[in-house]
C-alpha cells in the first residue's frame, strides 16, 4: 500500500517534443506529490509538486496532472530541451515535514536533438 | 542557494567495518533524514531526525544503522558493522517546516 509505481522506465523523446510520466499510487492517505529530476552524480532536485486539492499545477514547461479518483498523477515536460535529460521520480507523502517520501522506480528520459 | 553538503563523495570500506557518513544541513532547516539509492535502482527512506531523536524509519533503518546530530551544524549516519549490501550511494536532505526536501549530492559507499 505504500509503493508509487512509475512508467515508462526510459523515454526517448526529440527535442521540442512531450515528454510524458506516469505514476500511482495506492495509500489514499498520501497528500503531497512532488516530482524530483536528477543528474548523474548529483542528489535529487524537487521539480514541481501538487497537492491533491487540485488537478493541474503549472511551471513553466513543467505540468503535473493529479486524478485523485484514479490515483494517478503525471508529469508534462513541454518543449523538452537535451538539457531536461535526466531522472525523473515521482514521490508521495503525508503532507507532514518529518516524513518518509515513498519513490517511484524512476524513469531516465533523453532528449535527442 | 543554499545546499545540504556531503562527505565523503565516495567511501569505500571492508565487510564488517564501522562507517560514518557525514553531512551539513542548512542551517535553518529543522528536518535531517537520509535516503539510499542502490545502483539503478529507487530511492529508499532510511531515518527522519527532528529535534534530536529519530521520528520516522524504515525497515531498512535497523540495529546496525544510527544517526546523530553530534553539534550544531553535522548530521551523520553510522553503519556499524558493514555488509556487501550496504553498498549503495547514501543521500541526506534537510527540509524546514514545509516538506520540501534539499538532497546532497550523495556519498557513494563501496563495501568489499
Known amino acids: 500500500q505504500q509503493q508509487v509505481k512509475q512508467s515508462p522506465q526510459s523515454l526517448i523523446v526529440q527535442k521540442g517534443g512531450i515528454s510524458i510520466i506516469n505514476c500511482a499510487y495506492e495509500?489514499?492517505?498520501?497528500?503531497?506529490f512532488p516530482w524530483y529530476q536528477q543528474f548523474p552524480g548529483k542528489g535529487p532536485a524537487l521539480l514541481i509538486a501538487?497537492?491533491?486539492?487540485?488537478s493541474e499545477k503549472k511551471e513553466g514547461r513543467f505540468t503535473i496532472s493529479f486524478n485523485k479518483s484514479a490515483k494517478q498523477f503525471s508529469l508534462h515536460i513541454m518543449d523538452s530541451q537535451p538539457g531536461d535529460s535526466a531522472t525523473y521520480f515521482c514521490a508521495a507523502s503525508y503532507n507532514q515535514a518529518g516524513t518518509a517520501l515513498i519513490f517511484g522506480k524512476g524513469t531516465t528520459l533523453s532528449v535527442s536533438s | 542557494e543554499p545546499e545540504v553538503t556531503q562527505t565523503p563523495s565516495h567511501q569505500v570500506t571492508q565487510m564488517g567495518q564501522e562507517v560514518i557518513l557525514r553531512c551539513v544541513p542548512i542551517?535553518?532547516?529543522?528536518?535531517f533524514y537520509w535516503y539510499r539509492q542502490i545502483l539503478g535502482q529507487k530511492v529508499e527512506f532510511l531515518v527522519s531526525f527532528y529535534n534530536n531523536e529519530i521520528s520516522e524509519k524504515s525497515e531498512i533503518f535497523d540495529d546496525q544503522f544510527s544517526v546523530e546530530r553530534p553539534d550544531g551544524s553535522n548530521f551523520t549516519l553510522k553503519i556499524r558493522s558493514t555488509k556487501l549490501e550496504d553498498s549503495a550511494m547514501y543521500f541526506c536532505?534537510?527540509?524546514?517546516?514545509?516538506?520540501?526536501?534539499?538532497f546532497g549530492s550523495g556519498t557513494q559507499l563501496s563495501v568489499l
Open positions: 501538487i497537492r491533491p486539492d487540485v
Open positions: 542551517s535553518n532547516h529543522l528536518y
Open positions: 495509500n489514499t492517505a498520501f497528500d503531497y
Open positions: 536532505a534537510s527540509s524546514g517546516f514545509l516538506e520540501k526536501l534539499f
